[in-house]
């Protein structure tokens, strides 16, 4: 196998996995996305999960990325420690024991404070040197755990995770707000509010509670609960990630469905955004490693 002649790059995250085959001209000529993240995934069972991509994909060399690299993945990949670029993720891969797959490492952050990720890497250093993103820039990444990432000379610096996606999805799982957070959240003037009180350092226990309230009494309409508590997690987040601007311009990347809530609720905060699409950043970052291995 020749990485030259097209390789398999693939997103291997905890409850979904993305695959893109990229050619020899370095397009992505197919791709396919399914839930089989590596909690679906029995234990001994990720050599039969590889081959599987490779029977829809082409045999070919694969590059993979995400939490498949992790404690609880295929093959753990100890991580790259901060400041970290592009060329310590291709020194510090890991091989399959066949050769034909190479697993990239994370990047932890280890100082005041222990941070740690895994994929979120590929793509924002693949922004930065492709030239997508500002070499100095913070990068906002939403998510299960969104991440706010400091970004200098194009590369990761520093970053802090905040654990609204999964906060959210608790609350709307197994709370008592649950019957209020079953509709899809936009950026609605309720979302906007719950971002403005966030912000502004609102109580956030005191206010889901609150939220429940003001419906119960009239003052909220039911179908604004979510978006309302949505805006409330997300201003909160804005606290903590705008600690670390200094300045640098903001970049929102990722899914659009959710880049598109996190500009919107960084212009009620009065910061400029821009938004990328990660699957974009991450080929972007596939394709620079793989001419890194050569």
Known sequence: MRWAD????????????????????????SEFEDEKGILSVPSGGFEAAVSEIRERMGDKPMLLAGMVGSNRGWIEVPYAFCPAGLGDLARQLKWSPDGTAALVPGVAYLDERADVMRGEEVQILGAAAAG???????????GTHNKWIEVRDGRIRSFR??????????????????????????????????????????????????????????????????????????????????????????????????????????????????????????LAGARKIVELIE
């Open 132 to 142: 997508e993103i500002p070499a100095d820039c913070l990068v906002c990444h939403p």
């Open 161 to 282: 995770t905040v654990m609204t996606g999964e906060l959210f999805n608790l609350l709307r799982d197994r709370s008592i707000l649950s019957d209020l957070l079953q509709a899809d959240v936009e950026p609605s003037e309720a979302f906007r509010d719950g971002v403005r009180r966030g912000v502004a350092g609102a109580a956030l226990t005191a206010e889901l509670f609150e939220t429940r309230a003001r419906v119960l009494l009239g003052r909220l309409k039911p179908e604004d609960g979510g978006p309302f508590v949505s805006g409330l997690l997300i201003g909160h987040d804005l606290r903590v990630g705008l600690e670390q601007r200094s300045g640098l311009p903001v970049v929102v990347m990722g899914r659009p469905e959710l880049t598109e809530l996190y500009a919107a609720a960084l212009e009620e905060a009065s910061v400029e955004a821009v938004e990328m699409d990660g699957e974009r950043a991450f």
């Open 6 to 29: 097209g390789f398999i790059a693939v997103d291997w995250g905890t409850t979904n996995r993305r695959a893109y085959m990229v050619d020899a001209q370095g397009s992505c000529s």
